[in-house]
């Protein structure tokens, strides 16, 4: 199994700003995978991040919005930059193990 | 394009049993997952299917059919905490990559 950690776990911001999530994980994985949920919605996954190359994005989603990073096997980061209102909701990151996807608990993010 | 599709709501009563459906058409199969999510929680992992038939996991089952495009979860014994919403999830390739179905409600009734 995997426990992951995120941080914030809320916040509250102004449009136009940017935050970034941190995202911990507590054993080295090759992937991890940050999604995206919308009120009342399904989960999106945004991106992939591996360690040592540049995150790959769905389509839909760019890098300069979502800028990642992967420093190590253990931990990722998620900005979401020049946030709007569109932008709330719960972010999550994601591991796989043993054909288990685990997920963090989510950051809940609300924007004025 | 990718589709998932499951009932967007289900009620059923404290011990019963309760049947949450799935069909999926996406490019590319390799599993079949469900997850459990209760309100203000993150997705909890329930089942994983990559062959047809049943897995069993205590109260819960899940079923796949691949030549259906089609699969089911199975809640036996239902009690109140299992009201919650329920997504299938299809793994396109060995990524870990996944794609959500809109997910179904559960309601569970004294």
């Known amino acids: 199994s995997a426990v992951i950690s995120q941080k914030p776990s809320r916040d509250i911001c102004q449009r136009g700003t940017s935050l970034t999530i941190q995202c911990q994980v507590d054993?080295?994985?090759?992937?991890m995978f940050w999604y995206r949920q919308q009120p009342g919605q399904s989960l999106t996954l945004i991106a992939t991040a591996n360690q040592g190359s540049e995150a790959t994005y769905e389509s839909g989603f760019v890098i300069d919005k979502f800028p990642i990073s992967r420093p190590n096997l253990t931990f990722s980061t998620l900005t979401v930059s020049n946030m709007s209102p569109e932008d709330s909701s719960i972010y999550l990151c994601?591991?796989?193990?043993?054909?288990?996807?685990?997920f963090g608990p989510g950051t809940r993010l609300t924007v004025l | 394009g990718q589709s998932l599709e499951q009932p967007s709501e289900v009620t059923a009563v404290e011990g019963a049993i309760v049947q949450i459906n799935c069909t999926y058409q996406?490019?590319?199969?390799?599993?079949l997952s469900w997850y459990q999510q209760h309100d203000g929680g993150a997705p909890t992992f329930l089942s994983y299917?990559?062959?047809?038939g049943l897995e069993e996991t205590g109260r819960f089952s899940s079923f796949l059919s691949r030549s259906d495009s089609y699969g089911y979860l199975l809640l036996q014994e239902l009690q109140m905490k299992d009201s919650a919403s329920y997504f299938c999830?299809?793994?396109?390739?060995?990524?870990?990559?996944?794609?959500f179905g809109q997910g179904t409600t559960l309601q569970v009734k004294p």
């Open positions: 054993s080295q994985v090759t992937m």
């Open positions: 996406t490019s590319g199969f390799y599993g």
């Open positions: 999830a299809v793994s396109t390739g060995n990524t870990g990559k996944l794609i």
């Open positions: 994601s591991v796989t193990s043993s054909d288990e996807q685990f």
């Open positions: 299917n990559a062959l047809d």
